[in-house]
């Protein structure tokens, strides 16, 4: 009997642990199936169903109860809209019905970004394309990984509801690209479509050009500026004139065809640049895009219908915002980005928003540009924009000196954004030559750290910029921490290293420090990362790291020179001089810093890795060759890069209280193709020669050897004669010279 009881029971409990078990895996199977931000028509009778909607697919057998399951447009605030209520069969649908001033949240008609999650976990995403009263977004069967544009199903399968009645695009008899001489582009499309095209940089539409025959591409800079003469892209637009000199220009074909139902194609956009030689050697962006959607009432470029009634009208009443000045998704327009280099070009759809904060304000804005599924069927830009990289979004942006700094960080500790100088035409117009950067995102580091995308959190000044809301008591433990340990005894400078990477904060504050970025704190552009959950991998710890942000300071030589009272700015001490642009802080006033100065393995690490980034990223040999990539020299600056080490390293020893002198230490290696050789923070290159730096002499620096397959480390020789790979050394007066010898296995 205690048996059947036993066996019974453990029946039961085998049950409990299937039954939950299953539960758990359907609700991580549940799909976004298909999704309409308008009213559409559906079933044979064509009835009208007058909200937008998301319909939920579950391919499990069985049917689920979606308890702690929420639907959100919002990646920071996943649970906007609790699903518990509901239950969905196996193998079947649930329709979830978004009505205006009704639902948490509605869907944008031109699309956006949909979550579906469980708990504070995402079970599955989709960035929505834009949908009308004829077509939504779903994928391309139950559960399949494609999507595509359909006749609505909803309650149904989605297999066969693909539009029939889509228009193919125009087609262009020369590909994009330079051209030497003028010659006459032909346009083609199915047979019967009528093709409507401008060249002005303006959208097509049923009253523009009818296609009758070849378009003659020509150069057409002698053409009357027509876009930088809008008015109203800045606040005082009365007071502005606009200059009226003629700026180089793009040949722009933007062409759609009509089919004789009056349905029509997307758009196809022809980027020609004739007779331009001067770009030939450039890396050039074209952004073409709606002229409503960035210049009229609603659009993103300029102030708008409600500020300019307001700005018209006597300025009464409370200011309404620009519409440059708005930010998010909601200000994203769907662009055609074209990117030549070298004679390649490569086009690709995409969403671009304004980007900055002042700058938002000047004329000549800058824009966010974002790869996205919905604009092009891709997250990442089809061509490699930075060597190495797949890329989700980049910034177009100005400052010199943020995107040298991007080229002379060559540390992964800190996080860094890579730049490319480019020139930028708008609609066909000549924009400006600015700076192509990397944009900081989940997508970033998935790409440079190999960490789960949807596993990432970004503050940005202590707010959440890449997460949840509930990710800010992640942010929170940093200061919790600090503020109860004892940081003078290393169990406690050892577990802030769990909550915060100090190798990475301490070559972030070097980086900051050396480069007299007087425009940050822990409270101002104070960027950094981590994973939400700890696992496997360097990066993976659940540590925050740095990301170094707008570097643009190092540019402010007039406002700062006058601020401090010096003749460069390389004289500035950015150790103890309080910060013009924050107000009441100087490094040795921010909470972090000054705690970490209890420690004296802080104190060591600060000194050895300042002065390692003194003898790599920052030796003025290596900084005049990258200068000289970008068209300058090392005299850029009042030679700001020539003189900062004479003025900067006493300013540390005064800072960390050094005694010592700064000395030579000189590493060198025999058979170098046998190994390599670790300094401190970095590995020097050996294979040419010998390297040489200079340290202090309060603290003693770290050599690793390490052994390549097939060699063996022999040991160090010269100042140290050792057989440890991993020595310290204390350099001493007249400097010292080490040497690591490698050999190979089958050598005696």
Known sequence: MKKVLFYGSLALFLGIIGYFFAASWGKNSLVINEISGSPVRVGEDNEEMDCDYVELYNPAGFSLSLQDMYLSDDKKNLQKMDLGEYTIPGKGYLLIELRDGESPFCIKASGEHIYLSCGRRVVDDVDCGETDMEKVYARAGDGAEEWEYQRPTTGKSNAGAFLSASVPSPEFSAPNGFYEEPFLLEISGKEGDKIYYTTDGSSPDESSALYTGPVKVENVSYRENRWSQVQNVVEDWKEYEPDLTPVDKIFVVRALAVDGSGNKSKESVGTFLVDMEEYQGKKVVSLVADEEDLFGEE????????????????????????????????????????????????????????????????????????????YSGSS?????????????????????????????????????????????????????????????????????????????????????????????????????????????????????????????????????????????????????????????????DGAWRMMLYDMDALEWKDTLCEAYQVDTMAEINSFREKMPTVGDTSYNSQGIYITLKQNPQYRRDFVTTFMDLVNTDFKPERVEELLNNWGEDITWNDSFFARRKDYICPFLAEEFELKGTLENVTLECEHPEGGTVRLNTFEPQLKGGSFTGEYYTDYPVTVTAKAKKGYRFEGWSGAVSSKESSIEVLPQKGGISLKATFAREEEN
């Open 299 to 374: 659009g993103i470029y300029v102030t708008g219908k409600d500020y300019d009634k307001w700005y018209a009208s006597g300025q009464k009443g409370d200011k309404p915002p620009t519409n440059f000045g708005k930010h998010g998704r909601d200000y994203e327009i769907p662009a055609s980005f074209s990117f030549l280099e070298k004679g390649e070009v490569s086009t690709q759809n995409v969403g671009i928003r304004i980007q900055g904060a002042s700058a938002r304000k000047v004329p000549k804005k800058r824009f966010s540009v974002y790869a996205r599924k919905e």
């Open 380 to 540: 990442y830009f089809e061509k490699e924009l930075f060597p190495g990289k797949e890329t989700h979004s980049i910034v177009l942006r100005n400052g010199f000196a943020d995107a040298l700094v991007s080229k002379l960080i060559t540390r992964k500790s800190v996080a860094v954004k890579d730049a490319e100088p480019v020139a930028v035409f708008l609609n066909g117009e000549f924009w400006y030559d600015t700076f192509m950067q990397e944009k900081y995102s989940d997508s970033f580091l998935n790409q440079v750290y190999g960490v789960k995308k949807d596993d990432v959190i970004i503050a940005h000044d202590g707010e959440i910029e890449e997460g949840v809301e509930e990710d800010g008591k992640f942010y929170g433990d940093i200061y919790a921490y600090y503020s109860t340990h004892d940081f003078t005894e290393r169990q406690g400078y050892e577990g802030f290293n769990q909550v915060l990477n100090i190798q990475s904060y301490i070559e972030y504050l070097c980086a900051n420090i050396y480069l007299c970025n007087m425009d940050v704190s822990e409270r101002k552009n104070f960027m950094m990362w981590r994973v939400r959950t700890p696992g496997r991998g360097n990066y993976s």
